[in-house]
């Protein structure tokens, strides 16, 4: 009976309803409905498809089709209802059937509750878990990409960035300095090609008051170009003619050294929220790892290169000089071989003639060392950093070369001067 029903339900946060399965009037309903619906009970009672109209509309054809079956099986409904003070609510609902004492269904019993805080939960957790996809998602593209074009387009496909129209890639020319010595505009993001093209862009990044926006531990939020009083009449100008009303500006920080911003442009304003925008950092934070890496390749592939040059230059060198030390040594082993001949008898004046032939000769090598080593790896050096592995390198050919003519009984006295040539080069 009813005060048996009130007495339970009075001490229940579920709502209760028990609705005829003919006439669909309402036999019982609980007190605290009001609480729940924020309607008038009576409301419901008198004019019972009002509870129909109280579910969100998206929400409606479920709960119409959903009855309770023949089969006395229960029924479990979740869903949206709208309450007069447009705030919404989640109801889990659960149905089923009531016999009369024939046996026949009677009513429809009805055990509904109010999950709204256990929903937005749900909500946060499953939102938290795309995150968290799309950030390994996006952070695995980002690593099969070599441009910045490429990086930023990836970036430009989360989620929170839908409704963005154009973004840039700015990076500082000399991130030892501040950012008033100019930016370079790496790369530009458009949401479609039909979007005309936006000529005064590069102006705005050269406006000294544009970059004076940007700073490095904070992200700059311009909600209402028209009204926000931190743009000059100039800035705002150039974006109003490209229908910018809104833009953020994300500093891009890597080891700690400040590289640059990220700029995402919107046509209509729009809000973030605390959560949002730390997932959006943490977005930025893997480009901006992504494009520094990038630069430390693209830094290792031209040292390769200068590796290589200098690897040749060494080459030529040591051609070059083998070649010029080997012509008056040549010259000092025929002459000193011929001295030596046991089968031969040479007068004073023929030996003395050999003997200043090869102390002239003998003379040539220490200028030609010093002139060549010196001019030749020391410049090489200048313009190549890695170049003192070369000289060593070098050195080492030379002392073989050197022992070669020792075998022949020829020592090659280097100059003092040399000497000590050589000794810097290696240090």
């Not at 004019?47 to 029924?75: A, F, G, M, T, W």
């Not at 590289?259 to 919107?266: A, K």
Request: aromatic share 8%.
């Amino acid at each position: 009976n009813n005060d048996f029903l009130r007495q339970v339900t009075q001490n229940i946060e579920q709502v209760i309803w028990l609705q005829d399965i003919n006439t669909h009037q309402i036999l019982y309903l609980s007190p605290n409905f009001e609480a729940v619906w924020g309607r008038s009970g009576q409301g419901m009672i008198d004019n019972p498809s009002s509870l129909l109209e109280s579910v969100h509309p998206e929400d409606r054809v479920q709960v119409l089709v959903s009855k309770p079956r023949i089969n006395h099986k229960p029924i479990n409904q979740i869903y949206r209802i709208i309450r007069p003070d447009a705030r919404i609510r989640w109801i889990f609902c659960r149905s089923f059937l009531i016999d009369d004492s024939n046996g026949r269904p009677y009513c429809h019993f009805h055990i509904a509750e109010d999950v709204t805080d256990q929903k937005k939960i749900e909500i946060a957790l499953r939102k938290t878990l795309d995150r968290s996809r799309e950030q390994f998602d996006l952070s695995h593209r980002m690593s099969l990409v070599r441009k910045p074009e490429a990086v930023l387009k990836t970036l430009m496909s989360a989620h929170e960035f839908q409704s963005a129209f154009r973004a840039a890639l700015l990076f500082f020319d000399d991130v030892s300095k501040d950012k008033n010595h100019g930016v370079e505009l790496s790369a530009t993001w458009q949401s479609s090609q039909s979007l005309s093209p936006w000529t005064n862009e590069v102006v705005l990044y050269e406006e000294h008051l544009f970059l004076q926006l940007l700073q490095p531990n904070q992200i700059i939020v311009i909600s209402n170009i028209n009204e926000d009083p931190r743009l000059s009449p100039v800035i705002r100008k150039i974006l109003q003619e490209a229908q910018i009303n809104m833009f953020i500006a994300f500093p891009m920080i890597a080891l700690g050294t400040w590289l640059g911003c990220l700029i995402v442009y919107f046509p209509e304003a729009r809000q973030f929220d605390h959560i949002e925008l730390r997932h959006i950092k943490i977005l930025i934070d893997q480009t901006t790892i992504t494009l520094f890496n990038l630069q430390l390749l693209e830094v290792e592939e031209e040292s390769r290169h200068e590796a290589e040059k200098a690897n040749n230059i060494k080459t030529e060198f040591l051609a070059m000089i083998s070649h010029e030390l080997r012509t008056p040594l040549t010259s000092i082993k025929g002459f000193a071989t011929t001295l030596l001949a046991d089968d031969v008898t040479w007068n004073s004046e023929e030996q003395h003639e050999f003997i200043q032939t090869i102390l002239q000769d003998s003379n040539q090598v220490p200028y030609i060392y010093s002139v060549s080593l010196r001019a030749s790896i020391r410049q090489t050096i200048v313009q190549h950093d890695s170049c003192h592995q070369l000289a060593h390198d070098s050195l080492q050919e030379l002392t073989a070369l050197y022992l070669v003519c020792e075998a022949h009984l020829i020592l090659v006295e280097l100059q003092c001067r040399a000497k000590q040539c050589f000794f810097q080069t290696l240090l």
